[in-house]
């Protein structure tokens, strides 16, 4: 395990331990607020993040999860509990240790930037290694190496506002990335950026974690976010964690009322794949067949299009009936003429969402190896999607 | 019956009486120290022909601010100069730089004190509010025994009275540095010794030179003042027509203490702050 949080509770205000056993008994934080004067900002959350990994800590605000994340790196000191890197009990550092753990291991990238405005971006990119005291030409490779890994090749020598947001942000996220920490805090990273901006700095962090493979603990009050980023996500309420599963696990069964309401608002149609709402192709249609064949098959599923397929099910193409009736008015004997082999495609693991352009049904389901492994239909997808609850109904 | 009067006058002539005794051979040390380095400034500056020095000074005001500035500079201490009040001039500006830079020197580490330690400022406020609001007349009564009537106890009187935005102001911009900037230099592991000089100072320096500006301008009037101890300069000048009812030669003198202020905020405005950045 890269990180190991146990039993870890912060609570903010005057002794602070008093509130801690409280909590402990199962005292309510408002109780326990209205009783000790005492906020409880994280009460008993533990979890663990393999290396490589990428954990979504999802809440609203004043859920503790901003709390949580800088009891890791003790921005905040947590009052009880365990926050264990590398096997290292971080809560037993001294300050020295702590700064060396900060300086090497965890890199932070925040909501807002926090770029240092008086230092250009190759500056601030070399800020972290720049404190490490390493040496000057070190220093600048090093940052130009993680400028280039987040696309700013170019900007070094632009000071932060001359920056949009989304490449301020990559300025943060290089200033993480620069000092080699392994582990990336990342506290509402993109949150203060427009969608699609957003949108495509979660792409280039899925891009980027295939490449370097950080473990990145990443805050987010955006369920889309979570689901598209998360290899795991723990959902939090009030300082508690009060789901701890995959993205599927978490919309397929939720632990509460609470993370229901949330995945209600779900745009299932970026987390539901095509798999689960294909059907088999009972019915396929050969090359060898001829036009009669096919039609009659036709007709008695009730389709207006077929599936080709080869050998091993190889998929060929797509024949339309009124295609087929046409070739057998010209006395053709094979579908050759008149199969459509250009036809859009999708994989079993694509999201449901790339279906609805498309507006011909059904449409093949193709694995790697070119095989048909079935088929979605309208009705079907439809109604795979209502089984997961409904989405915004405006599908 | 008569009320008792509680005999702070006392206390405080036999405070200074005690220090008087006690460390006066000290501060006098210390002020013929400051008065000979001060004459032999002076005399350097008048032993350079005054338009080679005013050419400088146009310079370095030019390249400090801008160009503006630097004919405003030339054109007023050109006509400093042919009021034949240049010595004087000299000799003030002498004294501002050295209470100014003693002020400095003093004011900035204090304004950083106070702003990383909340004890510290607890101390230092207050007494910033005293220094500022006693009437400053009255420092220049102790300063007498302490360093002799002369230029050294003007730049100890003027160095209480105008240090307190220096202190302020640097406490002030200090304490302006964004919290989640403080948290990012904390995030990557600095100390500090770290955060100090690679944030807080250069994102203060624009709110400490605010700070270093009315240090200076207060540090002129002060010096002005101080002719009534024996400071010389243009307040010499001045003080001099006020006793001879010399109305059209206290004029003249005044005029030169506002083109002289008007140099020096005009500068020390225009100080390009973003320059001193890239440096840092």
Known sequence: MKLRVKDLYKVFGANPEKGVAAAKKGMSKDEIMSRYKLAVGVNDVSFEVGASEILVIMGLSGSGKSTLVRCINRLIEPTAGLVEIDGIDVTKLSENELRLLRMQKVGMVFQNFALFPHRTVQKNV??????????????????????????????????????SGGMQQRVGLARALASGADILLMDEAFSALDPLIKREMQDELLALQGRVGKTIIFITHDLDEALKLGD???????????????????????????????????????????????RKAISVTYPKDGPKTTVHKMKEEGLSRLMVVGKDRKFLGVVEVKEVTAAIKRGETTLEHVMDKDVPIVHPDDNVGILFPETKYPVAVVNDENKLVGIVKRGSLLSGIADFGGTDGNV | MEMYKIPIGAWIEQVIEFLTDH????????????????????????????????????????????????????????????LGLWEA???????????????????????ILSALSPMVRKIVMPVLDFMQTMPAFVYLIPAIPFFGLGPVAAIFTTMVFAMPPAIRMTCLGIQQVPENLIEAADAFGSTTNQKLFKLQLPLAAPTIMA????????????????????????????????????????????IAVVIIAMILDRTTQNINVSKLWRKG
């Not at chain 1, 290694?129 to 020598?157: S, Y």
Request: with cysteine; aromatic share 8%.
């Open chain 1, 126 to 163: 070399e800020y972290g290694l720049e404190i490490q005291g390493v040496p000057i030409e070190e220093r600048a490779e090093k940052a130009k190496n993680a400028i280039d890994l987040v696309g700013l090749a170019g900007w070094e020598d632009y000071r932060p506002e001359n920056l």
């Open chain 1, 232 to 278: 795991r996500i723990i959902i939090m309420k009030d300082g508690r964690a009060v789901q701890v599963g995959t993205p599927e696990e978490i919309l397929t069964n939720p632990a509460n009322d609470y993370v229901e309401k949330f995945v209600q608002d779900v745009d299932i149609t970026k987390v539901l794949t095509v798999s689960r709402v294909m």
């Open chain 2, 23 to 82: 460390v006066a051979f000290l501060t006098h040390i210390i002020s013929s120290i400051i008065e000979s380095g001060l004459d032999l400034f002076v005399e350097w500056v008048l032993f350079v022909p005054p338009w080679l020095v005013i050419i400088v000074l146009a310079i370095s005001a030019g390249l400090l601010s801008n160009r503006r500035i630097a004919i405003g500079t030339l054109l007023g201490l050109g006509l400093i100069w042919n």
């Open chain 2, 89 to 111: 001039t000299v000799a003030t500006l002498a004294l501002v730089l050295i209470s100014t830079c003693f002020s400095v020197l003093v004011g900035v580490p204090f304004g």
């Open chain 2, 211 to 254: 700070g270093i500006n009315q240090t200076i301008m207060l540090s002129l009037s002060m010096v002005v003042i101080a002719a009534m101890i024996g400071a010389g300069g243009l307040g010499g000048e001045v003080w001099r027509a006020i006793q001879r009812l010399w109305m059209g030669r206290g004029f003249e003198a005044g």
